[in-house]
């Protein structure tokens, strides 16, 4: 329906590496990226699913970082919980980049400590996270249309779910709104990510925050397949579906007001607020205290403008200078329209709160 593909072209095999997928077959591979100390091979799963009606070619990847996991779940109910009769194109599923990590349970690579997501495109005679990249961007990333790539917050953190993109780039900005996130946070992103990279060299691609790591998180989790559908929607996968309107959407860009948080004390934290919620200039947000409670000594933390929390911390102990908060900045439409789905939900959920996610 769009992007060059009509009902008219014929579905055409997705090829990697010397294997071939054929329109109507949907294949489940581990493909080998690098070695272990034993000389064992590191495989990563990958599902592919080629559509019997032509279309564009969208990865879905997760865990990049290895500890974050709700994007994993994302991924597997997509490959292999939907059904693909009606499928337009091709699906290239990539639950867990990062399989080293994923074994340790770790953000990196635990291969001194380097980052995959920070490795793309990576190149075939450098380092092993640049040799394991390179494997991932010209099996499965290059030869797609569009891209996501779902992340979370980093260990000790949790945020809401939004999408990352560099909205400067049309078919970016066009997924990003496909995604149907009420926050998009505007930017290319750091040199050597896979959104970043994947996007430079002709694959728009945006990052889907959601959550936090070691966990899966059913709400998030269900957020984000509504998005999944959505773009699908949009690039023509599933052309007979709606695109899908979040009620809400701003996007970020580096001018607004937007700000992390820090501590100014050390000491263990009571957070007041959590991630997602609308707080008010001068709202306290968190307290730092003393192992006593000392009243003297209780260092309060307040929004310093009218803001939405997109990204908190959890994990409730600071020393000076370490990040609770990420405070957002709203326009007047936007503060409005989430006031609004306050009260409406206010008066659904009596006594909760504004916007509880879990
Ligand atoms: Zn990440």
């Not at 390179?134 to 779910?161: A, I, K």
Request: glycine fraction near 10%.
């Amino acid at each position: 329906m769009t992007d060059g593909t009509s009902d008219g072209d014929q579905p055409e095999p997705f090829t990697y590496d010397g294997t071939q997928v054929d329109p109507g077959e949907a294949v489940n591979d581990r493909y080998r990226i690098s070695e272990t100390y034993l000389g064992d091979p590191i495989r990563v799963p990958v599902t592919i699913i080629n559509g019997t009606h032509a279309g564009p070619t969208v990865f879905l990847s997760a865990a990049a970082h290895g500890d974050e996991l709700n994007g994993i779940e994302v991924v597997r109910e997509v490959a292999h919980d939907w059904d693909h009769a009606d499928l337009h194109g091709t699906l290239v599923c990539l639950p867990v980049l990062n399989v080293p990590g994923f074994l340790a349970q770790e953000r990196y690579l635990p291969i001194y400590d380097r980052d995959l997501n920070r490795s793309f495109p990576g190149h075939e005679s450098s380092t092993s996270a640049k040799r394991m990249a390179h494997r991932l961007f010209t099996s499965f990333v290059e030869p797609c249309d569009f891209g996501l790539d779902f992340h979370t917050s980093t260990r000790g953190r949790t945020n809401m779910l939004h999408v990352r993109a560099d909205t400067d780039d049309p078919a970016v900005k066009r997924l990003s709104h496909a995604f149907s996130s009420n926050v998009v946070i505007d930017g290319s992103g750091p040199s050597g990510s896979l959104r970043r990279e994947a996007t430079e060299a002709g694959v728009p691609t945006i990052t889907i925050e959601m959550g936090k790591a070691h966990r899966f998180q059913r709400s998030l989790i269900d957020r984000a397949l509504t998005g999944v559908a959505s773009v699908l929607a949009e690039v023509g996968c599933h052309p007979d579906s709606a695109v899908h309107w979040p009620g809400w959407r701003t996007v970020i860009s580096d001018s607004d007001e937007k700000t992390w948080l820090r501590a100014d004390a050390g000491g263990i934290v009571d957070m007041k607020r959590g991630r997602g919620e609308l707080v008010h200039e001068g709202d306290v947000i968190c307290t730092i205290t003393n192992p006593f409670k000392e009243k003297d000594d209780i260092v309060p933390v307040t929004a310093p403008f009218t803001g939405l929390i997109v990204g908190v911390l959890e994990n409730p102990v600071v020393y000076p200078g370490n990040p609770v908060c990420h405070l957002v900045a709203l326009d007047d439409t936007t503060l409005r329209a989430l006031e609004h789905e306050i009260e409406s939900s206010l008066s659904i959920f009596a006594g909760g709160r504004g916007r509880g996610e879990e």
